[in-house]
T-cell receptor
Framework: TQLLEQSPQFLSIQEGENLTVYCNSS?????LQWYRQEPGEGPVLLVT?????EVKKLKRLTFQFGDARKDSSLHITAAQTGDTGLYLC??????????FGQGTTLQVKP | GAGVSQSPSNKVTEKGKDVELRCDPI?????LYWYRQRLGQGLEFLIY????????KSGLPSDRFSAERTGESVSTLTIQRTQQEDSAVYLC???????????FGPGTRLLVL
């Protein structure tokens, strides 16, 4: 059973455009992590959000954790070709393991 | 300052053969995770080790899959009687504590012919 629904699953945009990726669940998470994965490599952590309503910014990337800690979003401003990759959200539920979404493949075209 | 390493990086095998995949976690990390990732997809949880506790095997897809971990070091994932649907990338990750940041290895790409 997939507890984390990530959308869209695939996104192809032009360089300079903005985009938002969503991660939704009916479950409450103690924290939520966003990872980025490039071809042939393992995922790498971008950010962890812990508090409901929290907003974190990493340069052109903005991450938000929903007030109820059931959902999160990743917004990229002025996408660049270097942003191309697979973006994964992962929620912690106090069981010791993370539940991963199915991923969003982002392609940024020059 | 080694990260998580996995071997082999690629494995091609014939249907019905057994395979063994190895993971060397970051030294001192008590938690170790195995995931399966099909092409362009998210991560499918397989098994989780935490210290000396009994492993969480809830993600193993069948009894053909098993994993062991020696103390807080090396782990081995074994797939018996491989099937073509087992073809995927198998990723290992470790973290210093449960639900902490997971540091991933590069994965083992398994192809079952």
């Amino acid at each position: 059973t997939q507890l984390l629904e990530q959308s869209p699953q695939f996104l192809s945009i032009q360089e300079g455009e903005n985009l938002t990726v969503y991660c939704n669940s009916s479950s409450v998470f103690s924290s939520l992590q966003w990872y980025r994965q490039e071809p042939g490599e393992g995922p790498v952590l971008l950010v962890t959000v812990v508090t409901g309503g929290e907003v974190k910014k990493l340069k052109r990337l903005t991450f938000q954790f929903g007030d109820a800690r059931k959902d999160s979003s990743l917004h990229i401003t002025a996408a660049q070709t270097g942003d191309t990759g697979l973006y994964l959200c992962a929620g912690a539920m106090g069981t010791g393991k993370l539940i991963f979404g199915q991923g969003t493949t982002l392609q940024v075209k020059p | 300052g080694a990260g998580v390493s996995q071997s082999p990086s690629n494995k091609v095998t014939e249907k019905g053969k057994d395979v063994e995949l190895r993971c060397d976690p970051i030294s001192g990390h008590t938690a170790l995770y195995w995931y399966r990732q099909r092409l362009g997809q998210g991560l499918e949880f397989l098994i989780y080790f935490q210290g000396n506790s009994a492993p969480d095997k809830s993600g193993l897809p069948s009894d053909r899959f098993s994993a062991e971990r020696t103390g807080e070091s090396v782990s081995t994932l074994t797939i018996q009687r491989t099937q073509q649907e087992d073809s995927a990338v198998y990723l290992c990750a470790s973290s210093s504590h449960p639900e902490g940041t997971q540091y991933f290895g590069p994965g083992t790409r398994l192809l079952v012919l």
